[in-house]
């Protein structure tokens, strides 16, 4: 069974930066494809950047260029970097991982970019 814990989220002001960290425990890590959704109050969860067994990745263009997705597979763990956030960017950030008809899902880290 596997098991998700992100961590690394809390307040930040507008221009400032986060790292997220995920851990992933159980078996099949470096072999997953891994992502990062976030969840803004009363909207649904969107995709904001996933990452291939191998290292490639995607990333929303609402966040392209200030976000960016990375994986160590010593570490099993998935990380997401935050840059130049936004007001907009508030919600919470939840680690996935991608099967093939199903989602494992971490229980969420809030962010929350004010002034």
């Known amino acids: 069974q596997v098991r998700l814990v ?6 930040v002001q ?3 930066s986060l ?8 078996s ?14 009363g909207k649904q969860r969107d ?19 200030r976000f960016t997705i990375s994986r160590d597979n010593a570490k099993n763990t998935v990380y ?3 840059n130049s ?8 950030y939840y680690c996935a991982r991608l ?3 199903s989602i494992d899902w971490g229980q969420g880290t809030q962010v929350t970019v004010s002034s």
Not at 6 to 11: D, I, P, Q, V
Request: charged letters at 15%; a positive charge.
């Open 6 to 11: 992100e961590s690394g989220g809390g307040l």
């Open 14 to 16: 507008p221009g400032g």
């Open 19 to 26: 790292r997220l960290s995920c851990t992933f425990s159980g």
């Open 28 to 41: 099949g890590f470096s072999i997953s494809r891994m992502a990062w959704y976030r969840q803004a109050p």
């Open 47 to 65: 995709l904001v950047a996933d990452i291939s067994s191998t290292g490639n990745t995607n990333t929303a263009d609402s966040v392209k260029g």
């Open 80 to 82: 997401l970097q935050m």
């Open 85 to 92: 956030l936004k007001p907009e960017d508030t919600g919470v």
């Open 99 to 101: 099967r093939a008809f």
